[in-house]
């Protein structure tokens, strides 16, 4: 069969979750099938990230994006006219060599993904597949264990509390709709204690209940009462997952609580949070750590790594040579995967599997900023990665990505398979 080429490529700005502008690519082929995708935005971000393109002055902040539109619209659309679209590799390769930059800083990384990711769409509709189908093939029937935000925290939330997000997983469920299922009764009743506690029911930027809290640890112990009130057994069925994000208050190895007007070391740090899986059902910890500190990630990891999954986010920044250097550290066991802090979905692909090459597992996750666009969704399943974050159960740019799942789940039908216990399995302590 004649592979299809790409006619036109075409980007518009639009707005986030956040009411920033981002970036939209439209991708036509010759065969007429169009894809198009609209990259998303974090607020705690590793500084190793590729670069997203903003443009200078004042216009919204500082956040306009007309420059990495132009660049689409311009440079990468002129370059990847009449090339092959079923060749991801070699389409990412030319926004590479395009782009020029170890870290996309001339084009952006905002223009490359938004093509990268259209492209991919483009190529799954003249295929007539499902994107997840396009990616994977028939064997992309893993539904990932979703990890759901119930509080917000840090970046997310004015830094009312430190730790930035307070998840759930829901190893005891059966099925991804299953574990929805859970995760809608322990959101409500996490909302009802904290209306019952006098908040207002306020949501962070994820959408998780706005964390009124006088201590970083209050939120775990209201975590574990939601569950318990929704019915179900703490660690068992439902547990609980850390993004400490520690990069945002952690530098030189000193992490400074802001809540508690406390500071820690590196140790410190590391005995908090051992007491804290001693005291809670904690299954999965992100960003024990900060990004400067790899010998500290390395020391949680040393003690907690046999235990729970310690994640690195803004640590290793979906990059397969990190995730190399981190494995012969010994630092973490799990990498977060996020296409844009890469620029390109081969690179983030990489990761992936290099983190299959030395153990670890991983997690495809959305950005704080996000928008209707449900390509990591496809990405989770196309890819098997058995795992997926997105942030909370409420706003349409969260809940876009938890029906697009419900979708694909009900079309796989009796082929759909669960990553449920298989992922928490092991008991927390
Ligand atoms: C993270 C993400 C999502 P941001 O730190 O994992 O929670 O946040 O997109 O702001 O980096
Ligand atoms: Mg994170």
Not at 14 to 24: A, H, L, M
Not at 84 to 93: K, V
Not at 196 to 213: I, L
Not at 410 to 422: D, H, N, Q, S, Y
Request: net charge negative; charged share 25%.
């Amino acid at each position: 069969m004649k592979s299809p080429t790409i006619r036109s490529v075409h980007a518009r700005r639009v707005w986030d979750s956040r009411g920033r502008p981002t970036v939209e690519a439209e991708v036509t082929l010759d065969d007429g099938a169009v894809g198009s995708a609209i990259v998303p935005a974090g607020a705690s971000r590793g500084s190793r990230e590729a670069i997203e393109l903003r443009d200078a002055g004042a216009r919204f902040g500082g956040f306009d994006v007309l420059q990495a539109v132009a660049n689409v619209n311009g440079e990468i659309a002129s370059a990847l006219a009449g090339g092959r679209a079923d060749d991801q590799a070699a389409i990412d390769a030319r926004l590479i060599a395009l782009d020029g930059t170890p870290n996309k800083s001339r084009l952006g990384a905002n223009a490359t993904l938004s093509v990268s990711m259209a492209v991919a769409h483009a190529l799954a509709a003249s295929r007539q597949l499902p994107l997840y189908e396009s990616l994977g093939g028939p064997a992309a029937t893993l539904l990932p264990m979703p990890q759901i935000q119930i509080f917000g925290g840090g970046a997310h939330a004015g830094r009312r509390v430190d730790i930035q997000d307070f998840l759930i997983v829901c190893p005891g469920a059966g099925s991804f709709r299953e574990a929805l299922e859970w995760t809608a009764e322990v959101y409500r009743s996490a909302g009802e204690l904290m209306a019952a506690r006098g908040s207002r029911a306020g949501v962070a930027d994820e959408g998780g209940w706005w964390p009124d809290f006088t201590a970083n640890e209050q939120a775990l112990e209201a975590l574990v009462a939601a569950i318990e009130k929704a019915g179900f057994v703490p660690g068992e069925q439902v547990a609980i997952v850390l993004d400490v994000a520690a990069s945002e208050f952690g530098r030189n190895g000193r992490y400074r609580l802001g809540l508690e007007s406390r500071e820690l070391d590196s140790d410190g740090m590391i005995e908090l949070l051992l007491r804290w899986m001693d005291r809670y059902p904690i299954v999965s910890i992100e960003d024990p750590l900060a990004e400067d500190d790899p010998e500290g990630f390395a020391r949680f990891t040393r003690a907690a790594g046999r235990r729970i999954q310690v994640i690195g986010d803004d640590f290793l920044v979906s990059h397969a040579p990190r995730v190399r250097e981190a494995a012969t550290l010994g630092a973490a066991n799990a990498v977060l995967l996020k296409p844009n802090q890469r620029g390109t979905l081969t690179e983030t692909l990489q990761a992936w599997e290099a983190a299959q090459a030395v153990g670890y597992a991983g997690i495809v996750s959305a950005r704080s900023g996000e928008s209707e666009d449900t390509t990591i969704v496809h990405l989770a399943i196309g890819w098997g990665t058995g795992q997926l974050k997105v942030g909370s159960f409420a706003r349409s740019e969260r809940m876009a990505k938890w029906n697009e799942a419900l979708r694909i789940e009900e079309r796989l039908g009796a082929r759909a398979r669960f990553a449920g216990a298989r992922v928490f399995g092991r008991s927390p302590a």
